[in-house]
């Protein structure tokens, strides 16, 4: 596939970004964590080379979610934008619905979903793992 300029940003319009595509993975992540960071049951996420991620404008919010995690949140409407996690260097995972319309990768897995919410039913028959995919 041909590297492709997918930009992205937050609800408030601060913080802009561009990333370089196609992304490595893309998925629904149902883990506590980013449960309690999104205040939502899930979030999706798409997996891209860190060195072609680009703040453009704005200013991020960094913030150590847990040992070794970085989640990278828009500082002025608080929009959940990246994670970093130092098991995976050289990776960023980017919210899917902080790209930009046209850009957004669809989501190939479910993972953690050993803590997906019990109300939450998944019809989609994409493959769905307790942990993460590598285990
Ligand atoms: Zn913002
Ligand atoms: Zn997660």
Not at 36 to 56: D, I, K, N, Q
Request: proline fraction near 7%; charged fraction near 20%.
């Amino acid at each position: 596939m041909n590297s492709v300029r997918v930009p992205g940003g937050c609800f408030c319009g601060n913080v802009r970004y561009v990333v370089t595509g196609p992304e490595k993975f893309a998925c629904f992540c149902h883990c506590k964590s980013c449960q309690h960071a999104a205040g939502a049951p899930l979030v999706a996420w798409a997996t891209y080379s860190r060195s072609s991620f680009e703040v453009t404008a704005g200013e991020m919010h960094w913030h150590r979610s847990s040992p070794g995690v970085t989640r990278g949140l828009c500082s002025n409407c608080g929009t959940a934008i990246s994670y970093e996690n130092n098991r995976r260097p050289g990776e960023i995972d980017l919210t899917l619905n902080s790209l930009d319309g046209a850009a957004v990768p669809e989501p190939r897995a479910h993972i953690w979903t050993e803590d997906k919410a019990p109300w939450l039913q998944l019809g989609d028959n994409l493959p769905a793992y307790k942990k993460n995919i590598s285990g």
